[in-house]
Each structure stands twice: as C-alpha cells, then as structure tokens.
C-alpha cells in the first residue's frame, strides 16, 4: 500500500514535465537569447568609448585674384569620446569642415579648428584636434615676360666653330604667384646637347623645364636656332713629287718636288695625304726651244682648295738634254 501511494506521487511530480514539447523549449532559450542580446546593447552601448575620426578639410571662398601658396592638410584628425554605439554609427566619409577663407587679404591668415565647427552627432564630445590650427600663406596672381636660359652640355665637335646660337623668342609669358615671379631670373631650358651640331643653318624644338610652384608657362617649348661653320686652315705639304704626264716618258722636270699650300676644313686638310701623282706637270701643248717653264697642277679632293705651289713654275726639258747638261756640268765642276 506504501508502495504503489509513493509511485502515485512521483507519477503527479513528472507529469508538468512529459507535457513540455521540443517546441516550446526552442521558443524559451529564443526569448532567453533576446533578452540577453537586448541586455548587452543596453549596457555596452551606453558605455563611454573613444575614436580618432578623419575630417576632410575644404578651403572655400578664396578671394579673386589670390591664391593659397603653402601646402596645407587635408584632413585633420579630430579624437571624439562618447557613446560606443553612436561613434560606430558615424561614417567618416560625410564628415568635413569647411574652411571660410572670405575677405582674406595677400599674407598670413591662422585659421582656428574650433572643435564647434565640426558636424557631430549629440553627445559626442572633442577631445583633441590635430592640428590644432591651419596656417594659409596667400599671394596675389600676376603675369610677366621673363628671359629664356638655355641649358648647354657638350662640346662642339673637333673641326666646327659655332657661331651663332639664338632662342626664338628670348622671352617667354609666365603666370603665378607674384612673390614666386619676383624670386624667379629666367626660365630653364631641357639640356641641349652641342655635340649633336653639324656644320650649317638648324633650327629644333626645345622643352621649357616647368618651375613647379603654382607658376605656369604660357608656352612649353621654344625654338633655338644654330649656326655651324667649319674651321679652316690652311697647311704646307712639302716635298711634294712632281710626275710627268707624257706618252713616251721623255721629259724630266726641274725641281723635282715642289711645296703645295692647301685651305680647307680642319679636319679634312689635316688628314690630307696626296696620292702618287696628284702634282703634275703636263707635255702638252709645249712649243719652241727647251727647257719650258711651266706651272704645276695638283689634284685634290672636294672641298679643299689650292693656294699655292712653291716655286709657281718649273723647268721642262726632253730626258737626254737634261742628262747631257747634267754631265757637263759635272766635267765643268772636275775641270775647274
């Protein structure tokens, strides 16, 4: 009897819990999640947190005439405290601050970050801006005319002389900042290398190196202009061997060498060696009596020029007669 009443109560004790579906356990632990969830929203939410935003910085109406000549940041770093819910809500891309640069006059202007001027949501307190002021250095705009430098490198090549060398124009239109202008002598030209001139009139484009600064070039090459001549000298060859055209080869010449002064381009007049037969005499057209007196020729390349062969004539003679006075003279000289 004791027995089957203490089986009746655990019966009555375990019933509540056969009736409790895997459904209605889902729903519990699900609305146990969510309170949970809403619990920690609330209390970290409301948590004190701090962030390093970015801020866009945007200079706005600057007067007419004028312009910013210093760098300045484009962003300022501004160090925000509150809310760790509201600071993740805040989305740097929409922040900006706008730098109001109205009635500023040529010179210095400090501009103040005001932690005020940046657009926050409530409740979010500046701590820190960084930097703390903006330094603007403003300068009237001008335009002027300044002089054209040529930059050289090389040299002339051996054998030319360069005798003119002109920029078209000398001058060039430049605008910008007039306290850059004031410090700015003349305007650069790219290299120009000399060693690329050949003899003659050319005229080729030049780059103009831009001076950077705000200032800008009207143009941005030029023309330069150049004249090469080459060097001319004159030189003595001496000892130069006289050949006689003739068919039967039945004159001698006297002298038998000759000097022979030529003019021409350096290079070509120095490297000038005569062929065998370059200087010459010629049999034709000869009439009356031995010796003739006749001039030399010479032969010489284009370009160069004879000035003149030392003696400027020479004695022609047929060969025997020009032996046979040479015996005599001999047994004249033994005799005497």
């Not at 993740?88 to 501009?111: H, N």
């Amino acid at each position: 009897m004791r027995l089957r009443r203490e089986r009746d109560r655990r019966s009555r004790a375990l019933r509540p819990l056969k009736s409790i579906s895997w459904v209605d356990l889902g729903t519990w632990l699900a609305a146990f999640a969510c309170a949970v969830g809403l619990w920690l929203l609330v209390n970290i939410g409301e948590r004190t947190s701090e962030r390093t935003l970015r801020v866009h910085l945007e200079p706005e109406n600057v007067p007419a005439g004028l312009v910013i000549t210093n760098p300045i940041p484009e962003y300022a770093e501004v160090r925000v405290s509150g809310s760790g819910l509201i600071l993740s809500s805040i989305d740097e891309k929409d922040l900006r601050s706008v730098l109001d640069l109205s009635g500023a006059r040529p010179g210095t202007l400090t501009y103040t970050l005001d932690p005020k001027r940046f657009e926050l949501p409530r409740k979010v307190e500046v701590s820190r801006v960084t930097p703390s002021q903006i330094t603007f250095q403003l300068d009237r705009m001008a335009k002027r005319s300044i002089p054209v430098r040529l930059e050289r490198t090389g040299e002339v090549r051996a054998g030319l002389r360069l005798t003119e060398l002109a920029l078209l124009p000398e001058k060039v239109e430049v605008s910008g900042p007039q306290s850059r202008l004031d410090a700015l002598p003349a305007i650069l030209t790219a290299p120009f290398d000399l060693g690329t001139l050949r003899a003659g009139t050319r005229q080729v484009e030049l780059d103009l190196m831009q001076p950077g600064g705000l200032v800008r070039l009207d143009a941005p090459a030029i023309r330069v202009r150049s004249v090469v001549e080459p060097i001319v000298i004159e030189r003595e060859l001496r000892r130069v061997k006289l050949q006689v055209r003739d068919a039967d080869n039945s004159w001698r010449v006297s002298p038998e060498s000759v000097t022979v002064v030529v003019r021409g381009p350096e290079i070509e007049v120095k490297a000038l060696e005569l062929e065998p037969g370059a200087a010459y005499v010629a049999t034709e057209g000869l009439e009356g009596e031995a010796p003739h007196r006749v001039k030399p020729r010479v032969t010489l390349p284009e370009g160069i020029e004879l000035v003149r062969v030392e003696p400027a004539e020479v004695a022609l003679a047929p060969a025997g007669e020009s032996r046979a006075n040479g015996a005599g003279s001999k047994r004249t000289e033994k005799k005497t």
